[in-house]
């Protein structure tokens, strides 16, 4: 499954109670067609001392997103939009279709 959105991508939720929120896209899970967003959809979580948390106790860590609920935001539109693709030389590279600039770097 091709998605839009890919890791380090900036992106606005659009939909859910965390409309209008923006951040970077930390994680995508392509099979389950969910995404983690920075500072985006903060879940508690009851850990038990490990190796990384060793103090353990609740942590607040980011939740998944369905990918449908997020667009990507163009740098040069200043806000979401939807994306194509198109042919550049031997690479295929992510298009704004509001003003046609490339998203990819």
């Given at each position: 499954?091709?998605?839009?959105?890919?890791?380090?991508?900036?992106?606005?939720?659009?939909?859910?109670?965390?409309?209008?929120?923006?951040?970077?896209?930390?994680?995508?899970?392509?099979?389950?067609?969910?995404?983690?967003?920075?500072?985006?959809?903060?879940?508690?979580?009851?850990?038990?001392?490990?190796?990384?948390?060793?103090?353990?106790?609740?942590?607040?860590?980011?939740?998944?997103?369905?990918?449908?609920?997020?667009?990507?935001?163009?740098?040069?539109?200043?806000?979401?939009?939807?994306?194509?693709?198109?042919?550049?030389?031997?690479?295929?590279?992510?298009?704004?279709k509001k003003c046609g600039e490339?998203?990819?770097?």
């Open positions: 499954m091709s998605l839009r959105i890919r890791k380090e991508d900036q992106i606005m939720v659009i939909a859910g109670k965390e409309k209008g929120k923006t951040g970077k896209v930390m994680r995508v899970q392509p099979d389950k067609g969910k995404v983690f967003v920075e500072k985006v959809n903060m879940v508690k979580r009851h850990q038990k001392p490990t190796a990384k948390y060793k103090q353990g106790g609740i942590i607040e860590k980011e939740g998944p997103i369905a990918i449908s609920n997020v667009m990507l935001l163009c740098a040069k539109c200043k806000g979401p939009v939807r994306t194509g693709v198109k042919a550049d030389g031997d690479k295929r590279v992510r298009v704004c490339v998203l990819d770097k």
